[in-house]
């Protein structure tokens, strides 16, 4: 299951970071010229803090318009340790994906530093590669479908209309009495499973693209609970 399985089958591994003497202007440099939402902040290389893009709106925020320059005027005022999320909050590579999530949700959080036991920096995972995992589970190369070698999800492909053909086949198919009705019942407690999915990672596209507002945090959060809800339903069953 997705849940148990490690945290550095899904990390990214080349990870930005600001090291903790650098001058507080360089947070700027950084997320403006990369498309990153968290900066771990090291120490040589352990990890000791955690900037993310809602550190800085709020440090944009202190900028006066006056100023010549940003980042000189943050260099005089602030350094990158009075700014930083500290202690930072971190997961260990071996660690499971289940403790990756709950993480995040317990601290309000989207991203996590991956470190080894010696808490130096080997990577980070975000709540998008957490929704990708659970979408594409192909790509983490799952074994073949029982009973069809060599057909597993990275072989079989079903388009939209396709998919949308077999669950309206599968609502007539369900109101019968036999071995069919139960595939059909499964087919769409598999759909409703889906599409709850799906509408996590729209949700999650509209919120990292739009900057990560309030609104679109409370319609993330809403989807996620739904997708939890539906996953932990069981299928319908048949009085066969």
């Not at 079989?156 to 019942?185: F, H, K, M, W, Y």
């Not at 693209?209 to 309030?214: I, K, L, S, T, V």
């Amino acid at each position: 299951m997705l849940a148990n399985e490690p945290v550095n089958r899904f990390m990214s591994e080349a990870v930005l970071s600001i090291d903790i003497s650098s001058p507080a202007g360089e947070i700027l440099r950084l997320f403006a010229g990369y498309p990153v939402h968290h900066l771990p902040v090291v120490d040589k290389t352990k990890v000791v803090g955690m900037l993310s893009s809602a550190d800085l709106l709020k440090l944009e925020s202190v900028i006066p318009r006056y100023a010549t320059s940003r980042e000189t005027y943050l260099n005089s005022k602030v350094n990158v340790a009075a700014i930083m999320r500290h202690p930072p909050i971190t997961i260990r590579s071996d660690q499971s994906i289940g403790h990756a999530a709950t993480l995040m949700a317990v601290h309000g959080i989207h991203g996590l530093a991956v470190t080894d036991r010696g808490d130096n920096l080997i990577g980070i995972i975000t709540t998008t590669d957490i929704i990708h995992a659970a979408l594409y589970p192909e790509r983490r190369g799952d074994a073949p479908v029982d009973g069809l070698p060599g057909a597993g999800p990275a072989h079989v492909q079903v388009t939209p209309a396709e998919l949308d053909q077999a669950v309206r086949a599968a609502r007539v198919a369900a109101e019968g009495n036999d071995s069919n009705a139960a595939i059909a019942c499964a087919l769409l407690h598999t759909n409703t499973r889906l599409r709850a999915l799906e509408n996590v990672l729209s949700c999650a596209d509209r919120y990292l693209r739009a900057g990560q507002d309030e609104r679109l945090h409370a319609e993330l959060s809403k989807a996620i609970e739904r997708a939890r809800t539906v996953q932990g339903e069981s299928a319908p069953t048949l009085g066969l």
